[in-house]
């Protein structure tokens, strides 16, 4: 499977696997037990050194929808803030609701994820700027407050909440042009926080990229909160002229992943690679960077400037799917490296101790 | 005051009473019985059940013809072991039979490397710092504690931990590590692991006191042959520090399951925060002028209709 992509750079720094030693007399007639001499000794019987994380389906989702809302809490921001009222109602409107749908989803998932979720709010005891956790629940919160009243907000401009109500007045006393800029700083946050949260762990391939891994989600972010505005949008009958603008917008994005992700995988160790890049889950991410960034550009390239709502929809979907792909691939793929000592060590190596020579 | 232990690793014998000790003092439940096949360690790694460990390391001569198999290489064996910096000293103790043993300054002899691992209290800790609960403190005897009655399972320290020590409990759900027995601490006791070790492989004191008995032992044993004994967790240089619980180790920390440079994952959390709003900025400007260029054609479009 790796084979079919080798002509891809980044794949071809991968060193081949070396073939395992033929087994001599000594391990024959051990059957199996590891019987090593003092200097092959270079792991504690390939055991994993650290723990890995517990994180499975509701953080693979959360990561997803939490940045599908923070991107579109963004780019509704801006839109309203750049547009006028008729142009640019039908993005912030879809928007809105969908960074509200994401941000009511979200802290679920994360109690679900809690193994004491009813202890959920022991998360707001304390705020620790070097925890990229709790930093992250103050801006999901804090979004999740600020979006709630910009939803309703939407609620009372489409006309589903009669102004002359007092939820309406309430609404329309409390949604001003501040909290729409806080969301989209919210929103930005959001997208990030994810890939600061993980890089901040000893596991080997999140710490190998601390450097691009906030920036690789907030490009997803962005990709993926313009594809869910779009692809709800073509449902619900959005203008051309809009729908080629989110088109734009998913292109930006999408070649920032691309150039990051590139990069990133350039700069990992090759132990890190050969863990990552050779588990299943390295396959998925290579995958979503296909599906997510590399189709849709292709596509958007083909279709030259014409407007084409099919188009759009699976560039969209292709986005939204390769988004989630490559979040599960590397949430999974570092929980994989971290089980690998090799990996670790290349990332801890210090200079060496001064040890005796023995003899081979 | 800050409390620790000296784990040192050339006096244990392996018997595995610390492990025991601190499964009963902490009433912690028992692991199972499997056995792994690769060493006499079936307690395999740490765990939130297993506050000690007791690694074996079994570096075996895979030699079919073992040194000292050859009365007549006495000779070349004495200036062989006196050229690696072993002790002439010790050479009539490895002649009595004829077999390998386990003498120091005998590289090519087989040895059994034994260490009881335990959470290492660092400096600079990882959980302690990722903890966003607030539930792991560090306490007045300078240990590293996860209090129970806050910790709502996130499960952010175990990633954290650059050593592999927290871990959540399977059935409980929280993230559970050695306490440095908080509780005898307090009624002045020292640990039970400490208490029950029969050579003293484990001390436990004051950290200061501990380092001069630990460079002692190193020169010690220098001096005896042992010319591989080296400080693990003492003068680091690294983001995490000096560790509470240090060990004196005779091979490579990665013999033992120990990283040899381990750093602190939140120590390059301001440039990734960095990074990510600089990429905010770039995402943000990108997508602000392509909305405006949309809404300014839009316009344009909107002015020429009315115009017509």
């Known amino acids: 499977m790796l084979q079919l992509f080798s002509w891809l750079p980044f794949l071809k720094t991968i060193p081949p696997a070396q073939p395992a030693p033929p087994k001599t007399e000594v391990e024959k007639r051990h059957n199996g037990r590891q019987r090593k001499n003092r200097n092959e000794f270079t792991t504690y019987y390939n055991r994993p050194i650290i723990k890995k994380a517990h994180w499975n389906w509701p953080i693979w989702i959360y990561f997803w929808l939490g940045g599908i809302a923070g991107g579109a809490s963004a780019i509704s921001t801006l839109a309203e803030l750049l547009g006028k009222k008729e142009q640019n109602r039908s993005i912030v409107r879809l928007g809105r609701y ?25 998360m707001l005891r304390v705020l620790k700027l070097r925890s990229p956790l709790s930093v992250g629940t103050y801006i999901l919160t804090a979004t999740g407050i600020v979006g709630g009243i910009n939803a309703a907000s939407q609620l009372v401009e489409d006309g589903l909440v009669p102004p002359e109500s007092l939820p309406g007045k309430l609404v329309q006393l409390s949604s001003n042009g501040l909290t729409s800029g806080l969301q989209g700083i919210g929103g ?20 190998e990229s601390y450097k691009t891994l906030g920036p690789i989600f907030l490009s997803t972010a962005f990709s993926n909160g313009a594809a869910a505005i779009s692809l709800v949008g073509l449902l619900t009958g959005m203008e051309d002229e809009n729908l080629a603008t989110l088109e734009q917008i998913e292109q930006i994005a999408n070649v920032s992943e691309l150039a990051l992700t590139t990069l990133t995988s350039l700069s990992l160790k090759p132990e890190i690679q050969r863990a990552f890049l050779g588990s299943v889950y390295g396959k998925v991410s290579l995958a979503g960077v296909l599906v997510g960034q590399v189709l849709p550009f292709l596509l958007q390239r083909s279709g030259g400037d014409k407007p084409d709502r099919l188009r759009n929809f699976w560039v969209s979907l292709l ?6 792909l490559l979040r599960f691939g590397i949430i999974e793929g570092g929980k994989a490296t971290s089980q690998n000592p090799q990996a670790y060590h290349a990332i801890t190596r210090g200079e060496a101790r001064p040890m005796p020579q023995t003899e081979q | 005051m800050a409390n620790g232990f000296f784990t040192d690793t050339t006096l244990c014998i392996g018997c595995k009473a610390c492990e025991v000790a601190c499964k009963q003092w902490n009433q912690l439940p028992a692991d199972g019985y499997e056995l792994t096949g690769m060493s006499y360690d079936n307690t395999v790694s740490l765990g939130a059940t297993t506050w000690r460990h007791v690694a074996f390391v079994e570096q075996m001569n895979t030699k079919s013809q073992l040194p000292m198999a050859n009365q007549g290489q006495h000779q070349g064996n004495a200036s062989r072991a006196a050229a690696d910096g072993g002790s002439p000293a010790a050479l009539p103790l490895l002649n009595l039979n004829g077999t390998a043993s386990l003498q120091v300054g005998y590289p090519e002899a087989s040895r059994w490397l034994m260490m009881s691992d335990v959470c290492k209290h660092c400096t600079n800790a990882g959980c302690l710092e990722a903890c966003p609960t607030g539930a792991i403190v560090r306490t007045e005897f300078g240990s590293v504690y996860v209090q129970p009655d806050i910790c709502n399972g996130c499960g952010y320290c175990v990633p954290a931990c650059p050593f592999g020590v927290v871990a959540l409990a399977k059935d409980d759900g929280r993230a559970f590590k050695c306490t440095l027995c908080y509780d005898r601490q307090k009624e002045g006791m020292e640990p039970a692991c400490a208490k029950a070790c029969p ?7 004051e950290i200061e006191n501990l380092k001069q008995v630990a460079r002692q032992r190193v020169a010690e044993l220098k001096e005896e042959g042992e010319e591989g004994a080296y400080l693990y967790g003492v003068d680091e240089d690294t983001s995490v520090g000096n560790l509470n619980a240090f060990f004196l180790l005779t091979d490579k920390p990665e013999v033992y399951g120990l990283p040899q440079k381990p750093f602190l994952p939140q120590s390059r959390v301001g440039e990734s925060y960095l990074n990510s709003a600089i990429a905010a900025l770039v995402l943000t400007v990108g997508t602000a002028f392509t909305l405006w260029r949309s809404f300014r054609k839009q316009a344009k479009i909107q002015k020429e209709r009315e115009e017509w």
């Open chain 2, 199 to 205: 050579t003293d492989s484990i001390l436990f004191g």
């Open chain 1, 188 to 207: 930005l946050g959001l997208g990030s926080y994810t890939g600061v949260l993980l890089s901040a762990t000893a596991t080997p391939l999140w710490a």
């Open chain 1, 98 to 122: 969908i960074s509200l749908f994401g941000l009511v989803i979200s802290p679920a998932l994360l109690i679900i994820d809690l193994q004491r979720p009813e202890r959920f709010l022991h």
């Open chain 1, 319 to 324: 986005v939204l799917f390769g988004g989630f």
